[in-house]
């Protein structure tokens, strides 16, 4: 069951952005550079790095989740080119990162799609925030965050 929708995200700074002590004075974000766009069949929220060094937005969990629950987040960069170099992405349950990874760039495409069960109770409107820090021509795509199915491994 999905958590968020790719229309609903919102950006967001100061005390709603948990990384907005980390923003570069220089940063921005053209808002034609994120925002719903097919992947693979797919829409995903899709954050053009090129044109938005520095983002993080928000939307409230549109279900529950409970502890114990499976959940999984399917996240697709294409190709990293830029000057060495990382770039930081992160998703976060109320300000508080699940999902943490520092990306070498230059570096190959990837997909991460981690599965793992929820630690805590959340209800539905627990705000959720997709971060990305970036610098070259890259592109990050949040294909899925669901809760819900089985847990590799479980009976």
């Given at each position: 069951m999905p958590l968020v929708v790719p229309e609903d995200w919102q950006v967001v700074s100061g005390a709603l952005d948990p990384y907005d002590a980390r923003r570069p004075k220089d940063a921005f974000c053209d808002p034609a550079a994120i925002g719903p766009y097919p992947v693979g069949g797919e829409v995903a929220y899709d954050i053009d790095g090129k044109n938005c060094l520095f983002v993080t937005v928000a939307q409230p969990t549109r279900v529950p989740v409970y502890e114990g629950e499976t959940m999984l987040m399917r996240l697709w960069h294409f190709e990293l080119?830029?000057?060495?170099?990382?770039?930081?992405?992160?998703?976060?349950?109320?300000?508080?990162?699940?999902?943490y990874k520092e990306l070498a760039i230059p570096g190959s495409s990837g997909l991460d799609a981690p599965v793992w069960k929820a630690e805590r109770d959340m209800p539905a409107g627990t705000p959720v925030q997709f971060h990305v820090s970036n610098h070259g021509s890259n592109s990050y795509s949040l294909i899925e965050l669901s809760v819900g199915g089985p847990f590799p491994g479980d009976p």
């Open positions: 080119i830029g000057p060495t170099g990382t770039a930081t992405v992160s998703v976060c349950f109320d300000g508080q990162p699940f999902f």
